[in-house]
């Protein structure tokens, strides 16, 4: 299989270039190439923590080439659904490390993990892992430190994400789609950056043409995802409002950008808010 293959090829790169100083991820990489031989295919890899446990161990050591070939190895486990759903948690937490680790490339690989985290079977599903993901991006978005690709591919990230969760709240609360759709299949990870720009020309209220958005009616009626939809849009409306985010934990955001995500919300998704 292909995947395997570059899979074994980027263990090698990561043993060649940790050969000097890193020994212990060296001989980590090495044991799981013999390891990975022995393996068939994602969902095997996905039930063995030896291949992601190198990754994430030449991570840790926080050099900008360990760091960049370990994300970029993780992001190809992640989108072959290789990796277990257990494993989220600590993947989480190394991107936040990352993302404060002053490099444009670092920060670059960390926001393209965290949206092939929520494209994958790896979305988060947990409050509080949920909060952590949105709130790498929003940080990076909000660190005036940070040069100019990172806050917008961070503001970019944002906008998927979103697009993202609530798709999944229409699936799980069994919603109708909204009539806002093109006929036409457009990836919605895609097409939200050109939804927010078009939306911005006009107001829309968070109102459908019939009268007030429908509002969740009951809290504890909601599936998990319906939950987090529901805590995230919260958020945002706090946000836009000039206040902080409980859930997210971020004081500030762009009251523009948050209204650009809300108004979004308000075309696409105002028969589930």
Known sequence: MAFMAVLEAD?????????????????????AILKLRSLSDPSEIAQNDDIIRIFLLACEVKT????????????????HDAVAPTALREILTTLKEHAEMNDESVQLKTLQTILII???????????????????????????????????????????????????????????????????????????????????STTIPLESEMGPAISFSSKESLTQAGKLGLLLFEDLTALAAGGSATWLRVTTLQRTFALDILEFCGIRYAHCL
């Open 11 to 31: 263990l090698r790169a990561l043993s060649t270039e940790a050969r000097r100083k890193y020994p212990a991820v060296k001989d980590a990489a090495e044991h």
């Open 64 to 79: 900008v080439k360990l760091s960049v070939l370990g994300l970029s190895c993780l992001q190809k486990l992640i989108a």
């Open 118 to 200: 929520f494209q994958s079977r790896l979305q988060p599903e947990d409050e509080d892992d949920m909060a952590i993901a949105l709130g790498i991006s929003l940080r990076l978005l909000e660190n005036s430190r940070c040069p100019d690709s990172v806050r917008n591919t961070a503001a970019a990230t944002l906008r998927q994400a979103v697009a993202l969760i609530f798709n999944r709240v229409i699936a799980a609360e069994s919603l109708p789609v909204s009539k806002v759709r093109s006929n036409r299949h457009v990836s919605p990870a895609n097409s939200v950056t050109r939804d927010v720009s078009r939306s911005v």
